[in-house]
């Protein structure tokens, strides 16, 4: 799940820079893109690997059929990896994520402010696709985050496992809805389907 929010965070700030750069982009050189799947990578590792060295520890969740971070322990060993999670792992990607396309479509104002015909209907479907995103994101994640947080920090028992079943389905299956919205919202693939 990590992966994958850190994923959206650096192919968020990869578009806008893109999208912004003057020069046309270099096709044939990757070392930009291993750079991004490595530092993803990297950042996701740094962060899942505390709990195999005693910060917090890993368990069943729910009803025992995934395995995620202990959200029910209450000690401040634990408390503080989730906070910590928490804010480096969905405050932090969603910032990034926010500010990218927020100067992303900034940037695409300004060029449809000079070419008002084209520029009008691509920055529509821009706005679109990245309110989509964005709202997929939080809709993805902020129930989960929620429970994790409510668990951790509230009553015992408040969260029952048939609660947090739907809320770690949707943060698990979010790495399918991003391709999916990028495919149907984007002209420039959905022409070559």
Partial sequence: GIISLISLAVLSYERYCTMTRTTQADTTNYRKTWTGIILSWTYSLVWTAPPLFGWSSYGPEGPGITCSVNWHSKDANNASYIVCLFIFCLVIPFSIIVYSYGKLLCAVRQASAINKGTGRTREQRILIMVVVMVVCFLLCWLPYAAV????????????????????????????????????????QVSQML
Avoid: D, E, M
């Fill in 148 to 187: 994790a947080l409510i668990a951790t920090f509230g009553k015992p028992g408040l969260i029952t496992p048939a609660a947090s079943i739907i809320p770690s389905i949707l943060a698990k299956s979010s790495t399918v809805y991003n391709p999916i919205i990028y495919v149907f919202l984007n002209k």
